[in-house]
């Protein structure tokens, strides 16, 4: 084995791999050459090269989201770290364990003009939950001081007992980054200064490393504020649970059963949630968006419990925002956030922990509230399948018959915009995990970040994509480890079609260029670049014909490219909505 010499590089790799961090996506590069040489060396540590930097992190993100355990990205010094930015505020928002490794330029280097120099200590501190900012290596740090400061031989001694201070300093600091990703479920980042030289090697590690367990705080819950939320729960006749972003199976089932089976209480889920009861209301936007006054002040409960990450639908935010519940409380490990203007408390606890203690102490009431909404939901389905015998070929349409055809007991992947936001017109199978980027909702990673499970993953991996996340993140496929079962499809229409829907686009100085991009891109070049089986579909009928091998198994990934018509889709999406609200 090779390891690099650098005693700071030989930390950061032990302490990793001490630390259960075993997969690392690395950016090519020069001075975070003492890392490459050592993580890829690792027996232990699997590690990944992705040219792109930005495209690395979500890789990354996607695989940490998957193994719900830190994965460690690396690069350069330089414009290279900034590239991380989009992934490291996805994480944060996402609650996604993400370690970020930098190299750096030696501290006398930085703000002269030497080259690939940036101010690269806290950089993120806005969006990650530790920045460790190391000290150079030992034997640099006193060649530099002895030469800078020109002091007699004698003064060498006091400047090794000093520097060696700095050595245990980055142990605490590193050790401590890596606890904090692991135990709060978020991004940090670690900026390593190296000095040349940075590709000398040695047979073994010579570094002895301590390693910091992470400190166990087992927070008790807040006596009066659970006495409170129960006593208002139980005295409630109209009990909200709207589920944003969850993991597949987090929360036991009988606790879902629970809710669904009390009549006091409506359960809205987003497809997100990977939540699933036959009482529960997964179409939000189907209920919501038809009611008048009087059915939404009908609706609006008396106390609201939120569960989960954030929300996609703008229609139930607009709702609690301006119907808000007497009383709104939200559980979990993320974050607790006063989406509706009305939060009385946060309990960052387990769920499954928390509804063990609530549940001995809530009670039933006699309440009309489940049984009315699931009467309107069962009105709506009846439309909506009405509405869809009507359409023409169109982004709904190429929606509907995608999703009779997706495969049980796969994992499914959305990007953001029109995407996320038809799906949630549809029942999920409960067999299909469901994932969207929706801490920022941006459509920048959504390729790189399904390809990022999909090679961690044991199941089928499916990428449902809008043509503008694709071509934003087509440098995602520039990699050699997309595994021969994934698979990818574009909804191509042209452009970003959700600028269509918003109000007022049409009267927009420039529309088609500055916000629905109107292009005629497609496909098929970077298929044949990146090694990609395709096939497309114009209409309904190929459509269901290249879907019913489209999952089969074969020799390569394959990528299935859906051409729908750019000036039909939003007038089909509106007039549903319309179509729902005629008594």
């Given amino acids: 084995m090779s390891y690099p010499k650098i005693p700071l590089a030989q930390q950061v790799i032990q302490l990793c791999h001490a630390k259960n961090v075993h997969h690392v996506v690395i950016s090519p590069g020069s001075r ?24 690395a992190a979500f890789l990354a993100l996607g695989m940490a989201q998957q193994l719900q355990k830190p994965v460690a990205v690396v690069c350069t010094s330089g414009s290279a770290l900034l590239n991380y930015y989009p992934a490291i505020a996805e994480a944060y928002y996402s609650n996604i364990p ?6 750096d330029r030696p501290k006398h280097l ?86 040349e030289p940075l590709y000398e090697t040695q047979n073994e590690f010579s570094e002895d490393v301590s390693v910091i367990a992470p400190e166990v ?31 597949p199976n987090a929360i036991d089932q009988r606790y879902l059963d629970f809710f669904g089976d009390n009549e006091a209480t409506v359960v809205f889920t987003e497809s997100t949630s990977n939540m699933h009861h036959a009482n529960f209301f997964p179409n939000i936007d189907q209920i919501i968006a038809p009611l008048t006054e009087v059915e939404l002040t009908e609706l609006q ?15 139930i935010k607009n709702f609690l925002r301006h119907y808000k519940p007497k009383a709104h409380y939200h559980l ?22 928390f509804f063990e203690a609530f549940f001995k102490e809530s009670t039933m009431v006699k309440s009309n509230y489940q049984h009315k909404w699931l ?94 996340s694709f071509f934003y993140d087509s440098n995602g496929l520039w990699n050699n480890y997309i595994p021969n079962n994934f698979r990818i499809i574009v909804i191509n229409n042209s452009g970003g079609g959700i600028f269509r829907i918003l109000p007022g686009k049409k009267n927009t100085e420039n529309f088609e260029t500055y916000f629905e991009t109107k292009h005629n891109l497609t496909a098929d070049h970077l298929c044949k670049m990146h090694n990609i089986k395709y096939t497309s579909a114009f209409n309904v009928t190929s459509l269901n014909t290249e879907l019913e091998t489209f999952f089969l198994e074969t020799d390569q990934p394959a990528l299935l490219e859906i051409f729908t018509p750019r000036e039909v889709n939003d007038v089909v999406l509106i007039d549903y909505f319309k179509y729902l609200s005629q008594k």
């Fill in 98 to 103: 993400l370690i970020v490794i930098s190299a």
């Fill in 301 to 315: 409960p008396d106390v609201l419990l939120t569960l989960g990450g954030l929300i996609v639908s703008k229609k």
């Fill in 217 to 247: 705080q087992l927070k008790s819950i807040d006596t009066l504020a659970f006495k409170t939320f129960v006593e208002t729960w139980n005295k409630s006749k109209k009990r909200l649970v709207l589920v944003g972003v969850n993991l």
């Fill in 375 to 468: 009467s309107v939901k069962s009105n709506r389905l009846i439309k909506h399948k009405s509405y869809l015998k009507t359409i023409p070929f169109s982004d709904f349409k190429a929606f509907e018959t995608l999703l009779n055809h997706i495969p049980s007991q796969t994992i499914l992947h959305l990007s953001n915009s029109s995407t996320i936001r038809y799906i949630q017109l549809f029942s999920s199978n409960s067999t299909i995990s469901q994932f969207c980027n929706r801490g920022t909702s941006g459509i920048d990673g959504s390729t790189s970040t399904a390809i990022g499970h999909a090679i961690i993953s044991n199941k089928q991996n499916i990428l449902i994509t809008g043509d503008l």
């Fill in 32 to 55: 975070n050459a003492p890392l490459t040489i050592g993580f890829s060396a690792h027996p232990t540590i699997k590690t990944y090269s992705m040219v792109d930097e930005r495209c």
């Fill in 332 to 353: 979990g490990d993320g974050k607790g956030l006063d989406t509706f203007f009305c939060l009385k408390h946060y309990f960052k606890h387990n769920e499954n922990t």
């Fill in 110 to 195: 930085i703000d002269i003009g030497d080259g690939q120099t940036i101010r690269q200590e806290n950089v993120f501190e806005k969006h990650v939950l530790f920045s460790a900012n190391l000290k150079q290596d030992l034997n640099k740090n006193v060649e530099l001081f002895s030469q800078e400061i020109d002091i007699p031989s004698f003064g060498l001694d006091k400047i090794l007992t000093l520097d060696k201070k700095r050595l245990n300093t980055n142990e605490k600091l590193i050790n401590t980054a890596i606890n904090i990703a692991t135990a709060h479920k978020g991004p940090v980042h670690i900026n390593v200064p190296f000095a």
